[in-house]
């Protein structure tokens, strides 16, 4: 048997198909790395809230979640961090007079700050999830945020990065973008947890397929990009899989030889 890996994966696209269904050929590569011993996390842009089934059909219990602001061993947290509430609150007042909503998300549920929006309605239908946000214009009061959404066409995104220089924007559906701690990145949340853990750099794999998994690619030693990523993804990568609608996770791991 090969030492023990800590092998990452982030979810749509990558264990989750365009459907968002998860490959039986995935199901079954997971189990078997876990019977060889190996530990299994993953690393995703999505709230914690929003893959609790997965978690659960796959025994997964360490997770990066908001592209690296919320991470968790084994069920415990180990490491947050949060959006600046003064910034964000400067960000809701601009989108506002934009007729950009926002949507505030923490570890437990998301909330929006406008009762009804279409760019709202469209992005979050597009996650085939079983949450939509409530409405609750005060949710940033009193609690860590870890992440938010910017509902605003891609032209329209340069006027916010240009003036809130405390976050980071990444987009992840024509009319959104994920709202992010300036630099953080699921590679810091997977740093976090491999000094946790103990694992040198190369026993770290880790698998994706979008724009916010680029960093992750490119600080883990081990990476492995979807056949179904876009071009300057693939090019960062050390491995090129084949599609998720393809088996490329169960080929991806016998190619790197975890399987």
Same mark, same amino acid.
């Given at each position: 048997?090969?030492?023990?890996?800590?092998?990452?994966?982030?979810?749509?696209?990558?264990?989750?198909?365009?459907?968002?269904?998860?490959?039986?050929?995935?199901?079954?590569?997971?189990?078997?790395?876990?019977?060889?011993?190996?530990?299994?996390?993953?690393?995703?842009?999505?709230?914690?809230?929003?893959?609790?089934?997965?978690?659960?059909?796959?025994?997964?219990?360490?997770?990066?979640?908001?592209?690296?602001?919320?991470?968790?061993?084994?069920?415990?947290?180990?490491?947050?961090?949060?959006?600046?509430?003064?910034?964000?609150?400067?960000?809701?007042?601009?989108?506002?007079?934009?007729?950009?909503?926002?949507?505030?998300?923490?570890?437990?549920?998301?909330?929006?700050?406008?009762?009804?929006?279409?760019?709202?309605?469209? @992005? /979050?239908?597009? #996650?085939?999830? %079983?949450?939509?946000?409530?409405?609750?214009?005060? $949710?940033?009061? &009193?609690?860590? !945020?870890?992440?938010?959404?910017?509902?605003?066409?891609?032209?329209?995104?340069?006027?916010?990065?240009?003036?809130?220089?405390?976050?980071?924007?990444?987009?992840?559906?024509?009319?959104?973008?994920?709202?992010?701690?300036?630099?953080?990145?699921?590679?810091? @949340? /997977?740093?976090? #947890?491999?000094? %946790?853990?103990?694992?040198?750099?190369?026993?770290? $794999?880790?698998? &994706?397929?979008? !724009?916010?998994?680029?960093?992750?690619?490119?600080?883990?030693?081990?990476?492995?990009?979807?056949?179904?990523?876009?071009?300057?993804?693939?090019?960062?990568?050390?491995?090129?899989?084949?599609?998720?609608?393809?088996?490329?996770?169960?080929?991806?791991?016998?190619?790197?030889?975890? #399987?």
């Amino acid at each position: 048997m090969t030492s023990r890996k800590l092998i990452f994966f982030d979810i749509d696209g990558t264990l989750l198909d365009h459907e968002k269904k998860l490959p039986p050929s995935t199901k079954e590569a997971i189990f078997l790395l876990k019977e060889k011993g190996h530990e299994v996390a993953i690393a995703t842009g999505r709230a914690p809230f929003m893959y609790t089934d997965l978690r659960e059909e796959l025994g997964i219990h360490t997770f990066v979640s908001y592209n690296g602001q919320y991470v968790v061993f084994n069920g415990e947290e180990i490491y947050t961090n949060p959006l600046n509430t003064a910034s964000l609150l400067k960000l809701t007042e601009t989108a506002l007079s934009n007729n950009h909503p926002i949507v505030y998300m923490d570890h437990e549920d998301m909330k929006a700050n406008v009762q009804e929006h279409p760019f709202i309605n469209e @992005g /979050i239908a597009s #996650l085939k999830i %079983k949450q939509f946000p409530d409405h609750d214009p005060y $949710y940033y009061k &009193g609690r860590e !945020l870890y992440q938010s959404l910017l509902f605003c066409p891609e032209e329209e995104e340069k006027q916010y990065e240009a003036e809130f220089t405390d976050f980071d924007f990444v987009r992840w559906h024509p009319l959104s973008v994920d709202v992010l701690p300036k630099g953080g990145s699921k590679a810091r @949340g /997977i740093e976090k #947890l491999v000094d %946790k853990l103990g694992f040198s750099k190369e026993d770290v $794999y880790a698998f &994706g397929d979008g !724009l916010n998994d680029m960093e992750m690619l490119t600080t883990v030693q081990n990476s492995v990009a979807m056949g179904n990523a876009v071009d300057e993804v693939k090019s960062v990568a050390r491995y090129v899989t084949k599609s998720v609608d393809d088996n490329g996770i169960y080929h991806g791991l016998k190619m790197v030889g975890l #399987l």
